[in-house]
């Protein structure tokens, strides 16, 4: 009963560890709205991904996946609607750069492992800016760290702001 007790004390301080690292967006994104520019094409915009300052990554992290979404529309509103960015990071600490929407030309460092799943005058080949025409629809990010063979170590919600 003691070993019991023990063990799942431990799974359970490093489960709590796993999920401890912080994910913050980079200026000009604060989280309340979509900055000036950041949307789509469709509505003047030309929009790219937010930085995201990343702190207190699991160890064995070598890529973060990021799955973006519109909260307000229910076929982006999960599993990345609105794209799925891959980054390569290595240590406890990272900057994910701002990438290009409309694009699966990226920088080195960042891929696609999904494009929005959009379609018509809203389809893209990687990453969809918010495009809800300032409707205020919530946007956010899942924000998951992966370990070498692929399996989810931890993730972090984010807002990115209404549009």
């Not at 990226?106 to 389809?123: H, K, N």
Request: hydrophobic fraction near 40%.
């Amino acid at each position: 009963m003691r070993n019991t007790l023990i063990a799942g004390l431990l799974m359970a301080a490093s489960a709590a560890n796993a999920q401890s690292f912080t994910a913050e967006l980079g200026p000009p994104w604060d989280g309340i709205d979509v900055p000036g520019g950041q949307q789509c094409r469709l509505f003047n915009g030309d929009g790219a991904t937010p930085m995201i300052i990343l702190q207190g990554l699991p160890e064995g992290t070598v890529q973060m996946r990021v799955e973006f979404n519109d909260k307000s529309y229910g076929p982006l509103s999960n599993n990345g609607g609105h794209g799925v960015i891959g980054f390569q990071v290595s240590g406890p600490n990272a900057v994910l750069p701002s990438v290009p929407g409309m694009t699966e030309d990226l920088p080195d460092g960042a891929e696609v492992l999904a494009a929005a799943r959009s379609s018509g005058q809203y389809a893209s080949a990687g990453y969809l800016p918010p495009c809800s025409g300032g409707r205020g629809n919530r946007y956010m990010a899942d924000v998951i760290a992966l370990d070498a063979s692929g399996a989810e170590l931890a993730r972090v919600p984010v807002e990115l702001g209404r549009y």
